[in-house]
């Protein structure tokens, strides 16, 4: 059993575009993050829910729109595409708010072209 | 604002021990925690230090110097597949704040 699944692995798309990435956790976690990491392979947090309220908004340009239906999933939609973007997107969660042990997905990685 | 620096690589050969370090500069502090990531893989945990001294897990081992604003993952006995990146993180209230990450590479 997959804990944090992601979904699609791998986006390849044109500049302009709007496009989705999905996440489920099966752990029972109340929190969840999304980070993307660049080429550098520098890890940066994106956003945050607790219980899908948005907790965390690191800065991150209007284009990408998480959204938790539950606490068990949270989406990433990307509107507009550009070529910064291309990265790999990372989904993760945590026990709770505080607990020091992240779970992440497999990544998804997103080529803007 | 918080920084973690690391050395971007580290080169060794099997059976060696490495040493990678991570200074901080937190706002707060909340302990150290260490993840391995291998290409194309999802960074995984490794350790957690929330007191000064050494934590051994098996081949792994953290230490952390809160006074120093310092830690560091000890590899022992490295074998071909610990060749990955390792990132040190600090835990904020609501995330997790990941250093700038060590490539290692194990030469046989």
């Known amino acids: 059993d997959t804990a944090v699944s992601q979904t699609p692995k791998y986006l390849v798309t044109q500049m302009g575009n709007d496009k989705s990435i999905k996440c489920e956790q099966n752990l029972g976690h109340d929190t969840m993050y999304w980070y993307k990491q660049d080429s550098k392979k520098f890890l940066k947090i994106m956003f945050s829910y607790n219980n899908k309220e948005l907790i965390i908004n690191e800065t991150v340009p209007n284009r990408f729109s998480p959204k938790s239906p539950d606490k068990a999933h949270l989406n990433l939609h990307i509107n507009s595409l550009e070529l910064g973007d291309s990265a790999v997107y990372f989904c993760?969660?945590?026990?709770?708010?505080?607990?020091?042990?992240?779970?992440f997905g497999a990544g998804s990685r997103l080529t803007v072209l | 604002g918080q920084s973690l620096e690391q050395p971007s690589e580290v080169t060794a050969v099997e059976g060696a021990i490495v040493q990678i370090n991570c200074t901080y500069q937190t706002s707060g502090f909340y302990g150290l925690s260490w993840y391995q990531q291998h290409d194309g893989g999802a960074p995984t945990f490794l350790s957690y230090n929330a007191l000064d001294g050494l934590e051994e897990t098996g081949r792994f081992s953290s230490f952390l110097s809160r006074s120093d604003s310092y830690g560091y993952l000890l590899l022992q006995e490295l074998q071909m597949k610990d060749s990955a990146s390792y990132f040190c993180a600090v835990p904020n209230t609501d995330k997790l704040i990941f250093g700038t990450g060590t490539r290692l590479q194990v030469f046989p």
């Open positions: 993760a969660s945590r026990h709770r708010v505080g607990a020091n042990v992240l779970t």
